[in-house]
Every structure is written in structure tokens, then in C-alpha cells.
């Protein structure tokens, strides 16, 4: 792929995580610093949406990558709980999740420090994130 | 993209597992399984150059590992990270936590 953007609809499912490391990997107009914090971002949030999101009827999830001035991710996705994910994103620390076995938190903390900004905007239909990177 | 390949080899005072491929939600509970078990008996080295990515998953194993290896009087090495598992650690803020090596010869 060589255009300046690149977008990939996934199942949200963990086992849709292959198709978006390839998706992200692939988008050529991504220099190397850049595709491995979209990689990295990508992935966590994908992640958090398959764990904790409550879908309405369809569990599609797009990504979309581009470039202007500079990286742009967007993901968005229709899900009844999105105010549980921009609380989530506030909290500062991670924590040991025992019972788990498990860190809670860590994940959008990686994202908040590998990203310029993160913008939640929720929709009516849709709800979506947009990260800079 | 690969999924996740493992391979354990035994040193003279640590276990050695060579990760390939990606950690995530999808593939980490192999990799949790290994470290969780080994580092409780011996001194674990992970050899992370061939990993392609490495999500809050796996770093959280990496983490827990720590604290369960200083309760075991293990250590907890992490070899030639590659660079997304480098950003990875960057990322976290949790870098000063983890002693990097390059080489065997570096394990105490």
C-alpha cells in the first residue's frame, strides 16, 4: 500500500489481532518509528475494546490510518459502554490485577505516552478514537 | 504476521526461552504459563529479538515476573529486546525496572 491512507474493518474478536498487525505493518507511507507506535496503540486499544465493550448489534470495528501533518489513528466502533473507556483512559496508574494474574491500566497508559493526543468523541450510532501519533 | 513460537534451553544457572513472533491477547498465555513457572526455580532470561509485538499482555507478565522472581531470589533478564518491544517497555515508564542484556555472558 502505498496511498496515504489505509482502513481495515475488523471483528472484534482477539483472534482478529494478526489481520491488524498486518494491516498496520503494511500501511507503506508509515515510517519505521511511526509504525511501530501505531502498532503498538492499534493493538492496545483493539484489545480493550474486544475485553470490555458491549456492542448493540454489529461488533465491527474500523481502523483508520492516515497522514497530513502528521499520523493519524482512528477507530471507531458502536458500543453501549463507551463512558467506561474514557473514564478507564483518565486513570494514572496500572495496577496488579492478582486474580487475573495480570496488569489492569497498563495498556492506555502506553497509549496516552506514545501519542501526541487522544480524543474520544461519542456518537449517535458510532463512537470513535482518535489518536495522533 | 506469525503468531507465537517458544523455545526453552536450559543454562548452567538460568532457563533461556527465545520468543518469536507476537505477544498479545491472542497469544500470551503460553508465554505467561513458561515465565510464571520458571522464574519461581531459577534465574530467566528472555531473549526478545525476534518478537514483532509485544502488547500490555505480555509487558504485564514481564512485570509480574519481576516481582515474583524478587520473591523467589530469581532474576529476571531480558535479552537484546527488538525495537518494538523496546518502545513497548519505553512506553510503560517502566523502563529503569528491567535489566537489559545482549549477550549470555551478562547473566550473574
Redo the contacts between chains.
Keep these: 500500500m502505498s496511498r496515504k491512507q489505509c482502513r481495515i474493518r475488523l471483528k472484534s474478536d482477539f483472534s482478529s489481532l494478526p489481520d491488524l498487525e498486518s494491516f498496520v505493518t503494511s500501511c507503506g507511507f508509515l515510517e519505521k518509528e511511526e509504525s511501530l507506535r501505531a502498532l503498538i496503540v492499534s493493538t492496545e486499544l483493539f484489545q480493550n475494546i474486544v475485553s470490555y465493550s458491549r456492542f448493540p448489534v454489529s461488533t465491527a470495528v474500523d481502523f483508520a490510518i492516515s497522514r497530513n501533518d502528521a499520523i493519524r489513528l482512528a477507530i471507531s466502533w458502536a458500543t453501549l459502554n463507551f463512558g467506561e473507556l474514557v473514564r478507564a483512559s483518565g486513570s494514572t496508574s496500572p495496577r496488579f490485577d492478582r486474580a487475573a494474574g495480570r496488569y489492569r491500566g497498563l495498556g492506555l497508559l502506553m497509549c496516552r505516552n506514545l501519542s501526541k493526543s487522544i480524543q474520544y468523541k461519542k456518537g449517535l450510532f458510532k463512537s470513535s478514537v482518535i489518536i495522533m501519533l | ?3 507465537i513460537s517458544i523455545v526453552e534451553k536450559a543454562g548452567s544457572n538460568y532457563a533461556l526461552l527465545e520468543v518469536s513472533g ?1 505477544v ?4 500470551y498465555t503460553e508465554f ?1 504459563t513458561k515465565v ?1 513457572s520458571l522464574i519461581k526455580e531459577t534465574n530467566l532470561v528472555l531473549d526478545l529479538s525476534r518478537v ?6 505480555g ?3 514481564l ?2 515476573a519481576l ?1 515474583d522472581g524478587e520473591s523467589a531470589g530469581k532474576k529476571l533478564y531480558v535479552m537484546k529486546p527488538s ?2 518491544v523496546r ?2 517497555i ?4 517502566f523502563s529503569d525496572m528491567f535489566t537489559v542484556i545482549y549477550s549470555l555472558t551478562e547473566v550473574i
Design positions: 504476521m506469525e503468531n507476537t498479545n491477547s491472542y497469544t505467561q510464571y514483532s509485538n509485544m502488547s500490555s499482555s509487558l504485564g507478565v512485570m509480574a516481582d525495537e518494538v518502545l513497548a519505553e512506553s510503560t515508564g
